[in-house]
């Protein structure tokens, strides 16, 4: 009986969020939705599974691992947190996408292990718009740079930007951000080479996704407001 119920609440909360994205989005844009897992238990992504998600979004190494190897079920993983490069070896190749990368250095340790391993990984570059201290990524106006270096990687595909906006930000600053991110996309999204082609901007999460849709994101994370209710 209980476990009905929250099946039934976790179902609704997903719906939900597809219906909101259904009502927001720009042009028909597809809308991916990324549930975020980190803290929740196994049991709890294989019912989000069944309920028709299929990407999952993990912040901490040892736990996605652990996760991995507790199921059977082809989900697409997504590394969503700050990832040291000692790590970096652990994940490629099991992730579909890597949401964070936020330095030079990075970009060139998952360059080192795609080859190492002989596949190809697509990344996105997480960019601090607001440039606040306390958080990781490139600024806006060093992404020309980074895309300049990144056109001698073989292995690595920058394929989108990614942003978190601040916690205490207002509607009209969080409009601002998500705004000027997405401007920025669509620039770069003109400009194509061979391992870059701008096709994911990765923003939005529960308490902000709203905004970020109606600001063109086409990639939302969303972990509280499916897992916690
Ligand atoms: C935790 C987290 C999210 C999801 O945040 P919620 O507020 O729980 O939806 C999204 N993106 C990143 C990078 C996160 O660490």
């Given amino acids: 009986m209980e476990n009905n119920l929250i099946d039934s609440t976790m179902q609704s909360r997903i719906n939900n969020i597809r219906q909101q994205i259904q009502t927001l989005r720009k042009d028909d844009q597809h809308v991916l939705l990324v549930a975020v897992s980190k803290t929740c238990p196994i049991e709890q992504i294989e019912l989000a599974y069944n309920f028709g998600i299929k990407d999952f979004g993990e912040n901490k190494v040892n736990e996605l691992l652990n996760k991995i190897q507790s199921t059977s079920l082809p989900i697409n993983w997504h590394f969503i947190g700050h990832l040291q490069t000692n790590k970096v070896k652990y994940i490629v190749g099991k992730v579909v996408l890597i949401h964070s990368v936020d330095s030079i ?125």
């Fill in 105 to 229: 250095k990075l970009l060139q340790e998952i360059e080192k292990e795609s080859k190492k391993k002989n596949i190809e990984s697509e990344v996105l570059l997480q960019i601090n718009v607001s440039g606040e201290k306390t958080k990781y990524g490139f600024k806006i106006d060093e992404i020309n740079d980074i895309i300049n270096i990144s056109k001698n990687l073989f292995y690595t595909k920058i394929v989108g930007l990614m942003t978190m906006a601040p916690f205490e930000a207002d509607t009209e600053s969080l409009k601002d951000i998500f705004n000027r991110l997405h401007e920025k996309f669509i620039d770069m999204s003109r400009e194509k080479s061979d391992n870059i082609n701008m096709k994911i901007l990765s923003m939005g999460m529960s308490g902000d996704y709203k905004e970020a849709i109606l600001s063109g994101s086409n990639c939302v994370r969303i972990g509280s407001y499916i897992f916690k209710g």
